[in-house]
């Protein structure tokens, strides 16, 4: 038969093993009342803070359920706990009067670092003009007063740092000292103490996480460069302050502050149009027809960018990115490749639409910059195969040899194929065949180490080559389509879309897409073809995108605003020039191999 415990039982053994919990409890309640009984106190009159109240009345939480043997120890215990978490630790005073300081400001200095070390904070309040000059301000705990009640709406839930604190000290400038700044006590005594323990830590003080000149300079310094996170700024500033105690939402603030500040007052595009225009920065700018204020088009430059551009005009790639500003505008990069195979920004483009209208704006915008500082128009121009691009660029750059992205076509080819590869299978039971596709497939790690490999040609492409094993998969389709577009000549080229044709006839619909998608313009993307363009052998658009992937490290999300945005560029420009003109001091003191005699290897 089962025995029940009782009640009384039950709450014997609770106590047990709950007695931290239960002392815990005890303790705060104990605290709670205790404070309050010195706050009344207080404002009675009867008593001072010199002696901190550190035996307040005995409160007992618990029903008296202990074993007879073990209540006087648990009574014993609570109270010297709580005599000891009660007693208000002493915070000494500063030195008064103190040496004279100079200002109230160096005073107001002194006091603060004596505070900082001893656990409280001091402001000022109060300030008195006397004929000509401040000469008295009240220096007070930053815990002074009660808790004042919420003036919103309550729905966030703030917190007070106010504990009824009376401490307060007199600073003064008076004829006898020389006008120098000294200190004095109040008359009434409860006045020179405090009500709390000291903070465990300087940050609980709002007063000694003041931005100072000096932190806000090395914040900025810092801050130069808008993908450094919070948290390494703030290591530099321990670094360089080993005192501070700021804490990461204080550098989110400080930066937030210096940020506007650099606006000077002005929204973050019309502080962007006063940059240009105070720096001569060259840009294109188009604004709303209904929305006199409102930008929905820019395309600009700077100087490094023009002088690259002059000096390699012959091939130009477009490219767009997104989320780098909050607007949600696409950014448009322009970039061309210099003596070195590195990657140049020639120009910069933000438009509201990636409708024709758009796109005829940006490379309008492009095409006033080449004439306004007499800049080559390119040879070849490169972009992805967007259709409204293509006809933007076809009307402002009518000379120029449009090129497509090979990687771009590779990897649509690989996509279409899986999705639209057919898959026979047959029924054992009734002996009928069936196809099936995947429309919604997408690529794998796979799959894109084959786009990879595609993009690379490591020998000719020639009839010697073309009877190798493809398999009869869609990952063959890219391997006979690579030979298309490698071919060296135009006879190589029809004889391997004639065997991509033949091995593949039964994948209508792959050939169908290939037919009537790219084959109509293989003249921008054919071997054979673009081979007669001056290109230099530059066949993608994997510049402009690494550089797409360069502006994002200098940002530290996709918010930015337009201001923000621009300074991340021309962070990057800088490291941009400091990298070529370091390579190319290098290059100048190199020898190839092949060009050195004999007689050097001595």
């Known amino acids: 038969m089962t025995i029940l415990p009782t009640a009384l039982g039950l709450a014997r053994q609770l106590v047990k093993t709950d007695r931290h919990l239960a002392s815990a409890l005890a303790l705060a309640h104990e605290r709670d009342l205790a404070w309050a009984e010195q706050r009344r106190q207080m404002q009675e009159g009867r008593a001072t803070f010199s002696q901190p109240v550190t035996s ?82 009240v220096l007070q705990c930053d815990r002074y007063g009660a808790p004042r009640p919420g003036r919103g709406a309550g729905l966030r839930k703030r917190k007070s740092r106010k504990s009824g604190c009376l401490w307060k000290i007199i600073a003064e400038a008076l004829p006898e000292n020389g006008f120098q700044w000294t200190l004095r006590h109040f008359p009434d005594a409860e006045h020179r103490h405090h009500n709390h323990n000291p903070s465990t830590d300087a940050a609980a003080h709002p007063v000694h996480r003041r931005l100072t000149s000096p932190v806000k300079a090395t914040i900025q310094s810092s801050s130069r460069r808008v993908g450094i996170r919070a948290r390494d700024i703030g290591g530099i500033v321990r670094d360089h302050f080993p005192d501070s105690v700021y804490t990461k939402r204080d550098i989110y603030n400080a930066r937030a502050r210096i940020s506007r500040e650099n606006l000077g007052g002005y929204s973050s595009t019309a502080a962007l149009i006063k940059l240009f225009d105070d720096k001569e920065i060259p840009y294109v700018a188009e604004w709303a027809k209904d929305e006199p204020d409102r930008l929905v088009g820019l395309v600009w430059t700077f100087p490094y960018c023009i002088q690259m551009w002059r000096r390699f005009p012959e ?230 995108e690494a550089s797409n992937n360069n502006i994002k490290s200098y940002l530290l999300n996709g918010m930015s605003h337009l201001y923000r945005l621009v300074e991340a560029i021309q962070g990057m420009l800088e490291d941009q020039e400091r990298e070529f003109r370091q390579a190319c001091a290098q290059d100048e003191v190199l020898t190839a191999r092949e060009h050195v005699g004999r007689g050097s290897e001595r």
């Not at 005073?93 to 300081?101: E, L, M, Q, S």
């Not at 009877?467 to 690579?482: K, N």
Request: glycine share 6%.
């Open 56 to 137: 307040p009345v005995q409160v007992s939480l618990l029903p008296n359920v202990s074993a007879p043997g073990e209540e006087q120890c648990e009574q014993h215990d609570l109270s010297d706990a709580s005599s000891r978490s009660n007693a208000v630790e002493t915070i000494p005073n500063p030195p008064i009067p103190g040496d004279p300081a100079p200002s109230v400001d160096a005073l107001f200095a002194r006091v603060n670092s004596f505070a900082k070390t001893r656990g409280f904070g001091v402001i000022k309040a109060h300030g008195m003009i006397r004929p000509g000059q401040r000469s008295r301000y």
């Open 315 to 544: 091939v130009i790639s477009f490219d767009n990115t997104y989320n780098t500003n909050r607007f949600k505008l696409p950014l448009f990069q322009v970039t061309g490749q210099t003596c070195l195979g590195t990657v140049f920004n020639a120009a910069f483009g933000l438009i509201d639409n990636e409708r024709l209208e758009g796109f005829q704006f940006l490379t309008n915008g492009v095409r006033t910059l080449l004439d306004r500082y007499s800049i080559r128009t390119p040879d070849v121009v490169i972009t992805d195969f967007d259709d409204q691009m293509k006809k933007a660029l076809g009307v402002e750059f009518q000379d120029a040899q449009q090129q497509l992205c090979i990687h771009h076509i590779n990897s649509n080819v690989i996509l279409q194929s899986k999705r639209k590869w057919v898959y026979t299978t047959r029924d054992s039971s009734t002996g009928e065949e069936s196809s099936s596709d995947e429309p919604d497939a997408a690529l794998n790690q796979r799959d894109r180490q084959a786009v990879q490999a595609s993009g690379r040609q490591e020998e000719p492409i020639t009839h010697d080559n073309l009877s190798r094993l493809i398999t009869h998969d869609y990952h063959g389709v890219l391997m006979l389509w690579r030979l298309v577009v490698f071919a060296e000549t135009e006879e190589d080229h029809e004889k391997a879309w004639e065997r991509l044709c033949t091995q593949f006839g039964d994948q209508r619909a792959i050939l169908a897409y290939l037919y009537g998608t790219y084959m109509p313009v293989r003249a921008q993307w054919a071997r054979c073809f673009i081979r007669k363009y001056r290109n230099f052998g530059i066949r993608v658009t994997s510049g402009t």
